[in-house]
Structures are given as structure tokens and as C-alpha cells.
């Protein structure tokens, strides 16, 4: 095997892509370079769908207005108010003692503003665009933690002190309970 970026992704029929996203669809799929023949395939979810009729570009085939995809709006916003429940909280709760990790506190933060973002917007930006449309969002007291997960996308984000890594997790833990309330993410 080569060395590389893994491929993560799953393989659909055509005649299945028209039906309603589905996470536990049984689908054979590839995931951080592990190859699963069948077993349910998380990301057959309408977040997954919604990229496709959002962003999808035909390498071959038909164009993707072809394949009748359709989003669901309120299947998306309950996929990520399940997701904010379960994955985020759980994620929290792991992750607020330690070890100090910068490549996982990167992730939590853009991952969370991501879903943050969709549910505001309905729309799924890449994680960079949800970082950048988080500081026009949340307070100036939030920057160094957002700008600090972008500039660790860019780069090896190395070691980092404890307390900067549990800030990063209050933050996570913040977005969570924002996106929760009736109360805009301002």
C-alpha cells in the first residue's frame, strides 16, 4: 500500500442515490484506510446528501441534477441536533481532561462550527468557511480559539499547553449549547 492520504468514502448504486439518506444503510465503504465490505455506513446521512446537491461535481457520469437527489431540510436539522446530542457531547466529555492534543482540539472546533453553521444556514460549508463565518458570529473572545484551529489546519499544529487545549474545549462545549437554545449563535 502507498503511502498517502487515506481515501474516506462509501460506494452507492446510482438506483440507491435517489432514495432518502439512510446512516444505517449497509453500503461498502472505506474509512481512514480500512476497507469495510458491508456494514452500516455512517456517512449515507443527509449531511452527505446535502453536499452532493450543494457542492457535487461530475468527474463521470451524470451531472448530479441527474441522479435525483433531494434534501430533506428537517431531516438535515434533526441528523445534526442528534449529532450535537450524541457524537459533540460525548466528544466533550472525553476530551475536556487531556491529553492535550492540538490536531484533535482543531478538529472538535471546526467540526462543531461546521454543524453549527448548517444548522443555522441549512447549508454545509467546508470547515475553513464555517471557522471564517464564525468570527462575523460569536464574541472576539472566541477568535484565538477559531483562528487558532485554522492556523492548525494549515500547518503541523505541534504541542499544545493544557489550558489553551481545555479553552478549546469550553468552546466546543459552548457551540454545542448555542446551537441548542432558540437563541441565534450572535
Known amino acids: 500500500m502507498e503511502d498517502g492520504p487515506a481515501f474516506d468514502g462509501f460506494y452507492i448504486d446510482r438506483g440507491q442515490a435517489h432514495r432518502p439518506p439512510d446512516p444505517s444503510l449497509v453500503l461498502p465503504y472505506e474509512l481512514a484506510g480500512r476497507f469495510h465490505r458491508r456494514s452500516a455506513c455512517f456517512e449515507a446521512n443527509p449531511v ?12 463521470r457520469g451524470p451531472a448530479p441534477e441527474g441522479l435525483g437527489l433531494t434534501i430533506d431540510p428537517a431531516a438535515l436539522i434533526r441528523f445534526e441536533q442528534d449529532n450535537l446530542a450524541g457524537y459533540w457531547t460525548d466528544w466533550v466529555v472525553t476530551h475536556w481532561a487531556g491529553p492535550a492534543d492540538a490536531a484533535r482540539a482543531c478538529s472538535g472546533v471546526l467540526g462543531v462550527l461546521r454543524l453549527a453553521h448548517v444548522l443555522t444556514t441549512g447549508h454545509v460549508p467546508s470547515k475553513t468557511a464555517a471557522a471564517r463565518w464564525a468570527l462575523t458570529r460569536f464574541a472576539s473572545s472566541w477568535h484565538p480559539i477559531i483562528t487558532g484551529a485554522l492556523a492548525a489546519r494549515r500547518r503541523d499544529p505541534g504541542p499544545m499547553p493544557l489550558a489553551r487545549y481545555q479553552a478549546a474545549v469550553d468552546f466546543v462545549a459552548f457551540v454545542i449549547a448555542e446551537s441548542r437554545s432558540d437563541h441565534p449563535l450572535r
Open 48 to 59: 452527505t446528501w446535502t453536499i452532493w446537491c450543494q457542492h457535487a461535481i461530475a468527474v
